[in-house]
């Protein structure tokens, strides 16, 4: 009967979050990491409205100002020791990183630390007291109500998480929980947990299925019930939420929510990583954010979602240990999607998956011969209407060879339907999720139903012209051999 009420009291009290998102973190581990202006400029091409940033950089936060995005800023552990011992230090951090900020950049979250009790097991004695201290300066500049506390946790510290509801904390650290689930009560603050279904799958030796680590249906025999509630369990993410609540209700705290503060998949792996592909991280990624955004909730509490942040923004290539650790990213350091999400039904958060969001450009530093040959291709034999691309015309300026090619790449892109292998122009091309429109040279215009094909003879080889101003295909006798070795390798590949 005590354990009937238990659950009962455990499954009842969360109330409703109207207002769960998804969020996206951003590491900086590239040896190119993109300046703070283009990530923002691809965080507004994805209508991605929160992020989680690993520290308090300046440049990030000025970059955010007036976007209206909502930020979770983070306590980093390296500087997790001098706030927790001093009240002072805490109240100088909130001073230089959030009050310096705020409002024009709309800081939520404050994250203090990062798996500390995990991680940094000797900090976890002033855990609680660097909370308190940044709460306390929250409080004295009148920024407590707006701006949040708390600490993202690793879910192993969750034991026997199956069935949820026998789920508990790690006992060891019941000196830190408790204090910290006293707190985030008090605050009105969530409970941050790192969910990582891959690493749960690949660790337990074949005993959790790919399918239910993925998010995949289940027919209703396949999926694992808590012979406790009988509530039945499709996916190990739902599994792992429950079991955090019913860990803090074991404790006597039932009215805090969680908040996944990192999950994901990674695309890619090494030999031992089998299943660390792009189409289980598509298939992941695009079925989490469906289930939060579609407020599905958990089997504990339907309708209820947890807002959570995807691991990650970038695939982070300075990062230690196996290729998998490199290839948690939705996007590669020049914007564009490492895959394209399958999404339905979740507005446009994430726009990678619609078919207006997408660019072919020319790469940055690319072969200058290399790019001329392609867009001699694209004007060419691919049939793109170059005209714009005329002196006088909308799309002559900048008039640059990579300017040019990227309007011609754009535009045989968007004529071939975005198919596979329409943005490569022998690897001097990529896809991207930024616009390379600017002033009255609107991309992708000429393309669709209406498109004029370009139907005129290819232009001579021999050409004395040095880039020739007034023309959009720049041959020059220095650039003839490579531009014909390029148009007849594009005949192989296209024709």
């Known amino acids: 009967m005590a354990l009937l009420l238990f659950l009962l009291l455990a499954i009842s009290i969360v109330s409703a979050d109207e207002d769960a998102f998804i969020g996206v973190n951003i590491g900086t581990d590239l040896s190119d990491m993109p300046h703070p202006t283009q990530v923002v400029a691809l965080l507004k091409a994805q209508q991605i409205r929160h992020v989680r940033l690993y520290n308090s950089d300046r440049g990030m936060l000025l970059a955010l100002a007036n976007t209206g995005i909502k930020v979770a800023i983070s306590v980093p552990n390296d500087q997790l020791l001098g706030i927790g011992q001093s009240n002072s230090t805490a109240a100088n951090w909130v001073s230089q990183n959030v009050v310096a900020h705020y409002p024009a950049t709309n800081i939520t979250n404050i994250c203090v630390g990062s798996e500390v009790l995990t991680t940094l097991p000797n900090a976890a004695r002033i855990l609680v007291s660097a909370l308190k201290f ?38 060891s650290w019941n000196p830190v929980l408790v204090p910290m689930l006293s707190f985030l009560q008090s605050t009105g603050s969530s409970f941050m947990l790192n969910i990582y279904p891959y690493y749960d799958y690949m660790q337990s030796n074949g005993v959790i299925p790919l399918d239910y680590a993925l998010f995949r249906p289940l027919t209703p025999n396949k999926e694992a019930i808590d012979a406790n509630t009988l509530l039945h369990y ?41 299943d660390a592909t792009s189409d289980n991280a598509n298939t992941y990624n695009s079925n989490l954010i469906q289930h939060v955004l579609n407020k599905t909730g958990t089997p504990k509490h339907p309708g209820i979602s947890v807002s959570t942040y995807i691991y990650e923004l970038y695939n982070e290539d300075l990062k230690p ?17 490492i895959y394209i999400l399958h999404l339905t039904g979740a507005g446009s958060v994430l726009a990678n998956d619609t078919t207006s969001q997408t660019y072919c450009a020319a790469k940055d530093g690319a072969d200058e011969k290399m790019l001329q040959a392609a867009l ?37 892109y968007h004529l071939m339907g975005k198919g596979p292998g329409t943005c490569e122009f022998n690897g001097v091309a990529a896809i991207t999720t930024s616009n390379p429109s600017h002033g009255s040279c609107v991309f992708s215009r000429s393309v669709g139903k209406n498109v004029t094909f370009f139907n005129g003879t290819f232009p001579a080889l021999n050409s004395t012209s040095s880039h020739s101003r007034g023309r959009y295909l720049h041959s020059s006798a220095s650039t003839s051999g490579v531009i014909l070795i390029g148009v007849l390798s594009w005949y192989v590949v296209f024709l």
């Not at 240990?321 to 564009?336: H, I, Q, R, T």
């Not at 004007?379 to 309007?407: M, R």
């Open 234 to 274: 499709s996916n190990v993410f739902d599994a792992m939420v429950d079991a955090a609540y019913f860990a803090m209700a074991y404790l006597n705290f039932t009215n805090i929510p969680v908040m996944v503060t990192e999950s994901g998949w990674p695309s890619k792996g090494n030999s031992g990583e089998p």
């Open 321 to 337: 240990g196996p290729l998998s650790e490199k290839n948690w990213g939705l996007f590669d350091a020049n914007g564009a999607p």
């Open 376 to 412: 001699d291709w694209a004007c060419g034999p691919g049939k793109v209407n170059c005209s714009l691309l005329l002196q006088g015309q909308p799309c002559y300026e900048p008039d640059t060879v990579a300017a040019h090619a990227t309007y011609a790449f754009d535009a045989y």
């Open 134 to 171: 940044i709460h306390s300066a929250l409080v004295a500049s009148n920024l407590d109500s707006q701006i949040k506390v708390s600490t993202p946790l690793s879910s192993s510290l969750i034991l026997d998480s199956f069935p949820p509801s026998q789920a508990f904390f790690n006992r």
